[in-house]
């Protein structure tokens, strides 16, 4: 069974702070993996995807890959209160259609 | 361009009954996919349709069916409604496999 861990939080960081979440992945074989932010009572949104070891940066989101340790990040600079939801990472298996998703963290930022 | 919609937002039902929960897409994307989320159990495959005219099982298929009526149109039927099936169901569609999903915005379901 393929699996995705994340650590449920909440992580709670001060406004402006860098918040930073984690994700592991058992599957060596994924190729691609995303960042998706679910605010209470509603549906996940993108936020990034990234395919390539190493950092890929949007805004004020950054998200980091290290296959060979199998774990991916997703850095949030300058942390506001509108941040404040669950993130959910998911990886894609190598040789399937599906996503894996973990169970996601909860982050609050405090104002 | 509306993404993905589904229909019914809420539905109550009593243990026993049928129903068939609505998703459709205009974005012209070639899979589709359902899940469902519990507390604490994150977001988890019910079943799937990579592309026009193949569904496959996910992660937690016992209980459910779905039909693609074509490219747009995903639906997921439960026959025989449990209490266990009380849930929030999402529908989610992406261009290709292991590519972006975008999600709609959920049915709340309680089977009493």
């Known amino acids: 069974q393929k699996e995705v861990e994340q650590n449920s939080g909440p992580l709670s960081v001060p406004e402006g702070a860098i918040a930073s979440l984690n994700c592991t992945y058992s599957?060596?074989?994924?190729?691609?993996f995303f960042w998706y932010r679910q605010y209470s009572g509603k549906s996940p949104e993108l936020i990034m995807f990234?395919?390539?070891?190493g950092d890929k940066e949007d805004g004020r989101f950054t998200a980091q890959l290290n296959k060979a340790s199998q774990y991916v990040s997703l850095l949030i600079r300058d942390s506001q209160p509108s941040d404040s939801a669950t993130y959910l990472c998911?990886?894609?298996?190598?040789?399937?259609?599906?996503?894996?998703f973990g169970t996601g963290t909860r982050l609050k930022v405090l104002a | 361009n509306a993404g993905v919609t589904q229909t019914p937002k809420f539905q109550v039902l009593k243990t026993g009954q049928s129903m068939t929960l609505q998703c459709a897409q205009d974005m012209n994307h070639n899979s589709m996919y359902w899940y469902r989320q519990d507390p604490g159990m994150g977001l988890r495959l019910i079943y799937y349709?990579?592309?026009?005219?193949?569904?496959d099982k996910g992660e937690v298929p016992n209980g459910y069916n779905v039909s693609r009526l074509n490219k747009r149109e995903f639906s997921l039927r439960l026959e025989s409604a449990a209490p266990s099936q009380t849930s929030v169901y999402f529908c989610?569609?992406?261009?290709?496999?292991?590519?972006?999903?975008?999600f709609g915005p959920g049915t709340r379901l309680l089977v009493l």
């Open positions: 990234i395919y390539s070891n």
């Open positions: 599957d060596r074989g994924s190729q691609s």
């Open positions: 989610a569609s992406s261009e290709l496999p292991q590519e972006t999903q975008y």
């Open positions: 998911a990886v894609p298996p190598s040789g399937t259609y599906k996503y894996i």
């Open positions: 349709s990579a592309s026009e005219g193949t569904t």
